[in-house]
């Protein structure tokens, strides 16, 4: 049964550092790996998606990486923003199992 | 244009009663999922419909019924509300059932059971 875990749960950092958002899941046969980003009371936004032939995906500040061998898969934001406060999720899909989440704040 | 809209976004309501949570998307996706995310903001998926043929369906209680009746609707009807039912339903939609498809969600519909 595939699991996904995220850590570190929250973080408040800020504005202007680098951040790492971890995600590790037990099952490696996936089909691709999502990284979104939840605002309260809003619905989710997909960040970016991986390819389990892939091994990284970047858009803008945002660069997800993937190694599917370790079960792992890192968010990293550059000179992060108060408007990056959101909670980030991964999911992996086959059936998109979710991740736990980071509460991520960033203060000015 | 809202891309996945979910009617209402606040349903408050007794145990025992019956409700539907309604979902529109104007992508042209051809899969739309339901996906109830509990007091501890871990998001699960409960159903899938691709072509309004049912795909994916979890363990879910069977109070818990979908209807696709075209591509661009799924609707959540729930019979005999618990206590426990109380969540966020998020709607969502993506091109095909999986690979390399991109999820669009909705706003959710936060359903509170007195």
């Known amino acids: 049964k595939q699991e996904v875990t995220q850590i570190p749960a929250a973080l408040s950092v800020p504005e202007g550092e680098n951040l790492v958002l971890n995600c590790s899941f037990t099952?490696?046969?996936?089909?691709?790996l999502q990284w979104f980003r939840q605002d309260p009371g809003k619905g989710l936004t997909s960040l970016l998606l991986i390819q389990s032939s892939q091994r990284e995906q970047t858009s803008g500040r945002l660069n997800a990486s993937l190694d599917k061998s370790s079960g792992r898969s890192t968010l990293y934001i550059a000179a992060s923003q108060p408007g990056d406060s959101a909670t980030y999720l991964c999911a992996v899909e086959r059936k998109l199992i979710f991740g736990t989440g980071t509460r991520l704040q960033v203060f000015p | 244009d809202t891309a996945v809209s979910q009617t209402p976004k606040y349903l408050v309501t007794q145990m025992g009663n019956d409700k539907s949570i309604k979902c529109e998307q104007n992508?042209?996706?051809?899969?739309m999922y339901w996906y109830k995310q509990d007091s501890k903001k871990f998001l699960k998926i409960m159903f899938s419909y691709n072509n309004k043929e049912l795909i994916i369906n979890e363990t879910v209680p069977n109070r818990f019924s979908p209807k696709s009746p075209d591509k661009a609707h799924l609707n959540l009807h729930i019979n005999s509300l618990e206590l426990g039912d109380s969540a966020v339903y998020f709607c969502?939609?993506?091109?095909?059932?999986?690979?390399?498809?991109?999820?669009?969600f909705g706003a959710g519909s936060r359903l509170t059971v007195l």
């Open positions: 099952d490696s046969a996936i089909y691709n």
């Open positions: 969502a939609s993506s091109q095909g059932p999986s690979g390399a498809n991109v999820l669009t």
């Open positions: 992508l042209g996706h051809d899969t």
